[in-house]
């Protein structure tokens, strides 16, 4: 167990519609990632945030957005779903914003149907 | 471009023998660099990381790992493989702004008895 919780662990829902993941980062760490994990392109960085700031940006479409609250938790909301936005998400958190370890949390699958 | 490659998309080792997993990585400077697995509906969990120092670094679970910078390599070792070890394996380095971790496609590792 990393530490890190996310919820939900599985999602369904329809094309066009728009979903929340939750994460929350492990006792101390000021840093969320969030990561797509699909069977073409990968695991792919999304975003990061440090301290309730936007500290960087991925490969996240314009559809995605995130932010992280006063605790630390972040939520990463995606619409205007597609069947290609399928995926398993996860969110990993660091204690500092540059080069640590990331510590990951279980993911949570969305099938977009 | 940044980049890390795992040549082998898929292994075979017998319960018992040694394994040997390759990470190439493409880098203006040393990276930061961590082998990551990720057991089947599971997260990813760190099994060890290099910053600097001592290129030979142990890990969990009884895997270590050898950072070659003339090679430009950083493989994952284990000398007797278990069956549990069957899972996907994931080496990453840090993008060079420190924000974020590039991860190769992965390996998969079978273990027959």
């Known amino acids: 167990d990393s530490g890190v919780t996310q919820t939900p662990k599985h999602l369904i829902t329809a094309t066009g519609q728009r979903v929340t993941l939750r994460c929350s980062p492990r006792s101390g760490d000021l840093s969320v990632y969030w990561y797509q994990q699909s069977l073409d392109q990968g695991l792919q960085f999304l975003i990061q945030y440090y301290n309730g700031e936007e500290r960087a940006k991925g490969n996240i479409l314009e559809r995605f957005s995130a932010q992280q609250f006063p605790d630390l938790h972040s939520e990463l909301n995606l619409s205007s779903l597609e069947l290609g936005d399928s995926a398993l998400y996860f969110c990993?958190?660091?204690?500092?914003?540059?080069?640590?370890?990331?510590?990951f949390g279980p993911g949570t699958r969305l099938t977009v149907t | 471009a940044q980049s890390v490659t795992q040549p082998d998309i898929h292994i075979t080792v017998s319960e018992g023998a040694s394994l040997e997993l390759r990470c190439n990585y493409s880098?203006?400077?040393?990276?930061?660099l961590f082998w990551y697995v990720q057991s089947p509906g599971q997260g990813l969990q760190l099994l060890l990381k290099?910053?600097?120092?001592?290129?030979l670094v142990q890990g969990i679970k009884g895997f270590e790992a050898e950072f070659k910078r003339s090679q430009s390599s950083f493989n994952l070792r284990k000398p007797s493989v278990h069956w549990s070890d069957a899972a996907e394996y994931f080496c990453?380095?840090?993008?060079?702004?420190?924000?974020?971790?590039?991860f190769g496609k992965g390996t998969t590792l079978s273990v027959s008895s």
């Open positions: 880098y203006g400077a040393t990276p930061y």
């Open positions: 990993a958190s660091s204690p500092s914003g540059r080069s640590d370890e990331q510590y």
């Open positions: 990453a380095a840090n993008n060079q702004a420190g924000t974020a971790l590039i």
């Open positions: 290099y910053f600097s120092g001592d290129t």
